[in-house]
């Protein structure tokens, strides 16, 4: 027996732990597991993914996995972005995707017919039953329902063993997670030969861009201002500010501290006096970069930016 | 305004190497100018104020810049192959080395233009955009020797109080108490237990002819700071105060309100020694208790009554050398009932 399986999740979601968490649960239950987490230079927030081999002999392979059998998303807005990974995984095999979404919803997203589909509402679990919005918990208790494997009683030693604290809680979404996900059958049997796989770079590349061999590499490795602009850090968002116009003083004291250059000022056309419409100046985002770090709103003297929840 | 993006050397689908990339958005118009060269697309942590602090230095020093950056998170989280946001040439270097490589920009830069091939009147800043631990820490001797051969440089030392890069261990800038990996706090040790390095003042016992602590928080300050530094003609030093939302461990929207708290508590004074003459940038008229900044950072959960008693204490002597070192009272007595 060989299952390989990958991980996607945002820094901060608990990812390292809980592919650490199956791992130990299957050794617990009599197998070989190999957890090898990846992640690039980009911090809390930029997308993270592990490595989990669980094998019924002795293997030393610590490689990356091109082609999962199981892929598993802490986190439905990276499907769109890791999508190689979704094509990657082998026909038969499974998506697992925490979302707040309804699961056939979910099931168009992923697209494909010949994989099986799980679904849970990992987020909301891990706030009813921990209080936090880390949804590992529910999504080992996922891998495991559809898996077969490992048994609850070694999770809940795992979850001891890595976590040691809240040790019940996380355990209570684990089950629930176990009980209530909600899966989608392969409706098709699918080619036997998948052209995709999921690239080695260690970079975790969220941008529209290609990658090209080492020779076509600019020497020096040099790389161009402006290119960075292709790396849309407004999907990290868990929050995003929206502005009131009519409390904007147009201090600019969000546009000065935003550190993503995410405030702009731009022209906004109002009605004037008399119904005449002009052309006012105004505070807007651009949701294409801003993180929903919240700095905005804070420094605003008037309250009139408010962060509104987005996920 | 629209800001037309040049792609070169990039492999991107449906465009070829050299096409145009049409930014999809507006760029305001500012007494600040409105060019920006630390562009957005970075991977930075959100709220991370290095952002904040990169952006308005290369407004003040404009497009003739040239950054040294050594290894730490503005380095690592900025240039990930194949994209930079800085819009300016900038240079990776090793951990410990931004001062030299700084030294041979600039004697390069004068060499060629004694050769006639860069425009003798051209004026070209070199800065080095370094952390703590790049700085106080493994840099130290390649700044010295920077400073000490007088090269015309900015060092621009961000200071988050750690090594974040690699995981918040402790600097020499960490300060007393703080909790890091490599000095965590535990039942009888209470986190760090050294002091944190003045920088600025070691810089500025080299001779120097500007040296300056600046804080975002306090932009026109920072601003101002930041154009003495580049009309000098020689090297000057700026330390400036950076607040890292996993290392301090706050909610990110305080990530500026932190930086505010550190000046309005007297944990950190913005000064200036130009020419050999202290003065005290940022005036405070009255003092708020130091645990005021304290209580919004998880790095100082741990403190009990008595280790925020001997912080106060520390921080009212550090004031007090400070305002005799500038002749006056500029920053104020605490003032034990103020509000945070
Ligand atoms: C000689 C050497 N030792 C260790 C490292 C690993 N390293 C990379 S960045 C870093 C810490 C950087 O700390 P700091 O300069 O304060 O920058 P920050 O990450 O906090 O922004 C370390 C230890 C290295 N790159 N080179
Ligand atoms: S939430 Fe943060 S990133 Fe977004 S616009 Fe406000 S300050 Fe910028
Ligand atoms: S800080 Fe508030 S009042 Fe000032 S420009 Fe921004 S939105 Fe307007
Ligand atoms: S770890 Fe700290 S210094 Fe590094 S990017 Fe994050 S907030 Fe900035
Ligand atoms: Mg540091």
Redo the contacts with the bound molecule.
């Keep these: 027996m060989r299952i390989e399986s990958v991980w996607i999740g945002r820094g901060g979601q608990g990812i390292v732990t809980a592919v650490y968490i199956v791992a130990h649960a299957s050794i617990a239950d009599g197998f070989y597991a190999i957890a090898n987490p990846e992640f690039g230079a980009e911090r809390r927030g930029a997308p993270v993914k592990a490595f989990l081999t669980i094998t019924d002999y002795f293997e030393d392979s610590p490689e990356p996995i091109k082609n999962p059998d199981v892929a598993v998303f802490l986190d439905d807005k990276l499907i769109d972005t890791m999508r190689v990974v979704v094509e990657a995984v082998k026909p038969g095999g499974y998506v697992i995707v925490s979302s707040g979404k309804g699961p056939e919803e979910v099931a168009g997203i992923i697209g494909r017919k010949d994989v099986n589909i799980a679904v849970v509402d990992g987020i909301g679990l891990a706030l009813k039953h921990v209080g936090l919005a880390v949804p590992n918990g529910p999504m080992v208790g996922v891998f495991a329902k559809v898996m077969g494997l490992p048994r609850l009683e070694s999770i809940k030693e795992a979850i001891a063993s890595q976590l040691g604290k809240a040790v019940e809680q996380n355990f209570a979404a684990a089950v629930e997670a176990y009980k209530t996900a909600v899966v989608i059958p392969a409706a098709e049997a699918g080619s036997a030969k998948i052209s995709v796989e999921i690239p080695t770079t260690s970079a975790f590349l969220t941008g529209d861009y290609e990658l090209v061999g080492w020779d076509q590499i600019p020497e020096g490795g040099l790389v161009y201002p402006g290119s960075s602009l292709r790396y849309k850090t407004g999907s990290w968002r868990v929050e995003k500010p929206i502005i009131d116009h009519s409390k904007c003083i147009m201090c600019r004291r969000c546009w000065l501290f935003c550190p993503d250059d995410a405030v702009l000022e731009v022209w906004r056309e109002a009605k004037g006096p008399g119904g005449r419409v002009v052309r006012v100046k105004a505070i807007d985002f651009s949701y294409d970069y801003c993180k929903g770090c919240g700095i905005c709103a804070q420094v605003c003297p008037t309250g009139a930016i408010q962060m509104v929840r987005e996920l | 305004m629209k800001v037309k993006v040049e792609v070169r050397g990039l492999q991107l689908p449906g465009a070829r190497p050299g096409a145009a990339v049409e930014a999809a958005y507006e760029y305001a118009d500012f007494d600040l100018p409105e060019q920006e060269l630390f562009l957005p697309g970075h991977g930075l942590c959100a709220s991370c104020t290095?952002g904040v602090i990169a952006r308005h230095m290369l407004k003040v020093l404009g497009p003739d810049t040239i950054v040294v950056n050594?290894?730490?998170?503005?380095e690592?989280s900025t240039v990930t192959y194949p994209r930079t946001n800085w819009a300016v040439p900038w240079i990776h270097v090793?951990?410990?080395n931004g001062g030299s490589v700084a030294s041979g920009i600039e004697a390069a830069i004068k060499v060629l233009k004694r050769r006639g091939v860069i425009d003798p009147n051209r004026k070209i800043n070199v800065v080095v955009f370094?952390?703590?631990?790049?700085?106080a820490d493994?840099g130290f001797q390649a700044l010295s020797g920077m400073l000490e051969r007088r090269h015309r440089v900015i060092y621009v030392m961000?200071d988050?109080e750690?090594?974040?890069?690699?995981g918040i261990?402790r600097?020499g800038t960490t300060p007393l108490f703080a909790s890091a990996t490599t000095s965590p706090a535990g039942k009888k040790i209470p986190g760090n237990l050294t002091h944190k390095k003045p920088m600025a003042l070691i810089a500025a016992a080299h001779g120097i002819p500007y040296s300056a602590t600046a804080n975002p928080a306090y932009l026109p300050d920072m601003l101002e700071k930041f154009r003495k530094a580049a009309e000098i003609d020689g090297p000057s030093f700026i330390h400036v105060l950076q607040s890292?939302q996993p290392g301090w461990r706050f909610e990110p929207k305080y990530a500026i309100k932190v930086l505010e708290l550190a000046t309005e508590t007297g944990y950190w004074v913005n000064y200036e020694i130009e020419d050999g003459k202290f003065r005290i940038t940022v005036t405070v008229p009255r003092r708020k208790p130091v645990e005021c900044f304290l209580k919004l950072q998880g790095r100082f959960k741990h403190l009990g009554k008595e280790e925020i008693a001997f912080l106060q204490k520390v921080i009212d002597e550090d004031v007090k050398r400070l305002n005799e070192m500038a002749g006056g009272e500029f920053i104020g007595p605490l003032d034990p009932e103020a509000k945070c």
């Excluded at chain 2, 370094?130 to 700085?135: F, M, Y």
């Excluded at chain 2, 750690?162 to 690699?166: A, E, L, Q, S, W």
């Design positions: 290095i050594p290894t730490g998170c503005a690592v090793a951990f410990g370094a952390g703590d631990g790049g700085t493994i961000y988050n750690g090594y974040m890069n690699t261990q600097s890292c």
